[in-house]
C-alpha cells in the first residue's frame, strides 16, 4: 500500500491554489487593505486613550472597561481561526455534536462570574500563578504553572490557530505561509506590545463584529444554497462520495456515510462518536478549567470596572456562544452537500488530488464555501474575517503570556525590578540598563514635588515614551489615596439595581441553555 501511495505527484498544483487567483481583484483586496487600516486605528486610539504607564494599566486595563467590549472579547479570544476550521470540518464528518462543546461554556461563563471572579479580585491577583501562590503558599506551584502555561500558550494555542489560518490563506491567496504567518505576527505584535490589554480588548471588539457580519452573510448564502432547513437536514444525509473504492484499500461504509445520529448533540453511550457521558461530564471538567482559571479569559475578566460590568460580559459572550452552531458547524455540512467529492472524499490518492492531504479534506469545508459561494468582495471579507479571528486569539495569548512571565517569572529574577522595568519586560523589548537610571533619578521619584523628566528628555524620546506608554506618571498619591485605590480594586460591591439586571438575565441565559439542548438532543 506504501508503494502505492508514495508515487503521489507532489508537483501538480491541487485544486485549493487554482481557486486562489479569484480573490485578487479590487474589490477583495480594497475589503483587506480597509479591514487592517481599520484595525490599527482602533488599536492606535485605545493605546493613546487608556493609561499604559503602569503594570495594572498595561495588563488588566486599568480595571476600567465596560461590559460589552469585555464580553465582546472574551469571546473573540476564543474563537480563532481553529473554530472556523475545526467546527465546520468536524460537522462536515459527523454532524452537529460538536457544537456541544461550545454551548457547554454557557453554564460556565455564568460560573466564572459569579463565583471565580469576585475570589480573584479579593485576592488582588492579575494572573492565576500568582493566585495560587497567595492561596497555598509557596512559589514553586506558582513558577510550575506559569513554566506550564506558556508551553501550552506557545506548542498548543500558537500554533494551531496559525495551522488554521494558514490553510485558509494558502486556499484565498496562495501566498507563501511563512510569508503570511510572519505579517500577521509582526502586525498583532506591534499593538500588542505597545498598547496592551486596552488595546487588544477594544480590537477584539472589532474583529468580533467584523466576525459576525461575514459569518451571517456567508451563513444566509450557504442555507439559499440548498434550500432552507428541511433540505439541508435531507440532502446532508445523501452526501455520499461516489469514489470509495481504490489505492488497493478496503474503506467501510460507515468512514463516508454520514450517521444516522448527525443531528443529535447527545449520542449512545456506547457505540456514538461523542458520547453523550463525554459531553455531559467529561467535557464539563475541562470546560471549566479553560472558562474559569485560563489566564487569557480570566484576564478579561479582572479589567471590568465593576462586578456587574463582569457578569454582564459574560452572560454577552454567553449568548454570543450560542452562535458556532449556526455560524460554522452548519456552513461545515452544507460544504459537504455541495463539494461532497472533496469535502467528503475517502481515497487518499482523489484527497491528495482535491486538497493535497491524504487523511482527507473535511478541514477545506469552511474555506470551500467561501470561495465558490461569495462574490467579490464579500470574498475578501471572509478573508477578513478569517484573520481577525486568527490575530485576536493571538494578540489575547501574547497578552496573557506576557503577563505570564512579568508577574510570575521576571519578578523571581528580579526581585527588586521597577514598575518601568516590568511594563518593559511584559513587551518583550530589549532590555536597556534601569539601575543606572533609576539611581540617577531616585530623589526624584521620592519627591512628590519633583520637577518634569520630560524637559530634560529630546523629542525622539518624548515620543518613544508616549508610544510604549512609559511617560510619566504625574504626582505621587498620598497614603490615603493609595489606600483608597487599592479598595476599589478588590471591591466586589454591587449596585442592587444592576446586580438585580444582570441576575434575571443569568437565569433567562439558562433557560435558552436548556431549551436549546434539549431542542437538538
Sequence with gaps: MAS????SPVTETPSPPETSERI???ADISVIVI????????????????????????????????????????FASNIGSGHFVGLAGTGAASGIAIAAFEWNALLLLLVLGWFFVPIYI????????????????????????????????????????????????????????????FILLAITAIYTITGGLASVIYTDTLQTVIMLIGSFILMGFAFAEVGGY???????????????????????????????????????????????????????????????????????????????????????????????????????????????????CVVPSECVKHCGVKVGCSNYAYPMLVMELMPNGLRGLMLSVMLASLMSSLTSIFNSASALFTIDL????????????????????????????????????????????EETRGCLRKAYDLFCGLQSKGPKLSKEEEEAQKKKLTDTSEKPLWRTVVNINAIILLAVAVFVHGYFA
Design 24 to 26: 485578487h481583484n479590487a
Design 35 to 74: 479591514y487592517f487600516v481599520l484595525v490599527m486605528a482602533v488599536g492606535l486610539w485605545a493605546m493613546l486613550k487608556t493609561n499604559r504607564g503602569t503594570v495594572g494599566g498595561f495588563f488588566l486595563a486599568g480595571r476600567d472597561v465596560t461590559w460589552w467590549p469585555m464580553g465582546a472579547s472574551l
Design 410 to 453: 521576571y519578578t523571581k529574577i528580579r526581585k527588586r525590578a521597577s514598575e518601568k522595568e516590568l511594563l518593559i519586560a511584559g513587551r518583550t523589548e530589549e532590555r536597556i540598563d534601569l539601575d543606572a537610571e533609576e539611581e540617577r533619578h531616585e530623589e526624584a521619584d521620592d519627591d512628590v514635588d519633583n520637577d518634569n523628566p
Design 122 to 181: 479579593k485576592a488582588g491577583v492579575t494572573t492565576m500563578p500568582e493566585y495560587l501562590r497567595k492561596r497555598f503558599g509557596g512559589k514553586r506551584l506558582q513558577v510550575y504553572l506559569s513554566i506550564l502555561s506558556l508551553f501550552i500558550c506557545v506548542a498548543l494555542r500558537i500554533s494551531s490557530d496559525i495551522f488554521s489560518g494558514a490553510i485558509f490563506i494558502k486556499l484565498a491567496l496562495g501566498l507563501d505561509l511563512y510569508l503570511a504567518i
Design 4 to 7: 502505492t501511495l508514495s508515487p
Design 230 to 344: 428541511e433540505n439541508f437536514t435531507e440532502k446532508y444525509m445523501n452526501a455520499i462520495p461516489t469514489i470509495v473504492e481504490g489505492d488497493n484499500l478496503t474503506i467501510q461504509s460507515k468512514c463516508y456515510t454520514p450517521q444516522g445520529d448527525s443531528f443529535h448533540i447527545f449520542r449512545d453511550a456506547v457505540t456514538g462518536d461523542i458520547p453523550w457521558p463525554g459531553t455531559i461530564f467529561g467535557m464539563t471538567v475541562v470546560a471549566a478549567w479553560y472558562w474559569c482559571t485560563d489566564q487569557v479569559i480570566v484576564q478579561r475578566c479582572l479589567s471590568g470596572k465593576d462586578m456587574s460590568h463582569v457578569k454582564a460580559a459574560c452572560i454577552m459572550c454567553g449568548y454570543l456562544k450560542l452562535l458556532p452552531m449556526f455560524l460554522m458547524v452548519m456552513p461545515g455540512m452544507i460544504s459537504r452537500i455541495l463539494f461532497t467529492e472533496k469535502v467528503a
